[in-house]
């Protein structure tokens, strides 16, 4: 079965850090720039960082620039998103994407199709 499985979320304090995994099965990902993506209650979608296959090129949201890293490790296959000096508006589920057909900075930005998502992981930071 193709998909995707996010994982890591949970509660934490302002000021901690959470590493989301984004696990795929049934294809590899090293075709495929990957993106994680987050949505807070009452709020649109937004792109958080994305990755591409080739180069591995990242973009960030300014919003979590200096605070959060995108990696991939293509042989688990497996994208991590490292999420440090959390902050209380970063409470959302986080969506892990994948698409071959866009880069990094234009995924961040335009994900309404994007050919698979996974079901997401709530991270809610909170004192």
């Known amino acids: 079965q193709v998909q995707l499985v996010e994982s890591g979320g949970g509660l934490v304090q302002p000021g901690g850090s959470l590493r989301l995994s984004c696990a795929a099965s049934?294809?590899?990902?090293?075709?495929?720039?990957i993106g994680w993506f987050r949505q807070a209650p009452g709020k649109e979608r937004e792109g958080v960082s994305c990755?591409?296959?080739?180069?591995?090129?990242?973009a960030y949201a300014d919003s979590v620039k200096g605070r959060f890293t995108i990696s991939r490790d293509d042989a688990k296959p497996t994208v991590y998103l490292q999420m440090n000096s959390l902050k209380p508006e970063d409470t959302a589920v986080y969506y892990c994407?994948?698409?071959?057909?866009?880069?990094?900075?234009?995924?961040?930005?335009?994900?309404?199709?994007?050919?698979?998502w996974g079901q997401g992981t709530l991270v809610t930071v909170s004192s």
């Open positions: 990755i591409t296959s080739s180069d591995g090129s990242t």
């Open positions: 994407a994948v698409d071959r057909f866009l880069g990094a900075a234009t995924m961040l930005y335009h994900h309404k199709y994007l050919e698979l």
């Open positions: 049934g294809f590899t990902l090293d075709r495929y720039t």
